[in-house]
């Protein structure tokens, strides 16, 4: 068995997934009040303090990834991840139906497939920072007044936040089903568990 993911790592995924679950649910309760999740008093207040602690959570995962070189190994876009691109998304579209292996499996080397590191690159570093700092324009409304008029406005700051948490339900909802397809449907789980995969090592979500 090989090491993959640092306890760290693991311990910041599982964290990082129940507060997004949590964005997901009060942020719906913002939106649909009918549904009955949360009471809109508590929704705003989970979904502020929730979005908080994400942000120390993702200041974190940044300076982690940094002192542990893990950002420039595995992040880094290289040629041969532009020249993979294609054969990895043949893969996921026909290949692992057939039983195939994966062109790019995951190795202490190269942790994530190329479509991966696009995937989890935009989501880090885009889609990520745009969520938080959008949120936190919103968190005190008054304060960051100046701010929020000069891009444009309460409405334009709505649109952004809300685009941008659609890019996250897709993406929580795509990165799910991808980590269903390894050896077995939960082999990618168990290794956010345990931190080791066992050969050979079908790369997931």
Known sequence: MKKLHSLPLR????????LVILLMLTGL???VPGLHIF????AVLVHKATGYVMAAGFIFWLVFGIADGSLRRYYVVRRRDLSGLASQA??????????????HPATLREKFNPLQKFAYLSIQFLF????????VLFGNILYF???IA??????????????????FVEYVLVHGYMATMGKT????????????AEPPEESGG
């Open 128 to 135: 990520t920072p745009v969520l938080i700092v959008t949120g």
């Open 11 to 18: 311990l910041w995924h599982w964290v990082n997934t129940v």
């Open 29 to 31: 309760s913002l939106r």
């Open 150 to 167: 000069f891009i444009g406005g309460l409405k334009v700051l709505d649109a952004v936040h809300l685009a941008v948490a659609y890019v």
């Open 145 to 147: 007044r100046n701010a």
């Open 185 to 196: 449907p939960f082999s990618h789980i168990k290794e956010m568990f345990t931190g080791r």
């Open 90 to 103: 043949l893969y996921y579209a026909f290949g692992v139906f057939r039983g195939r292996p994966n062109p």
């Open 39 to 42: 009471d809109y008093r508590s």
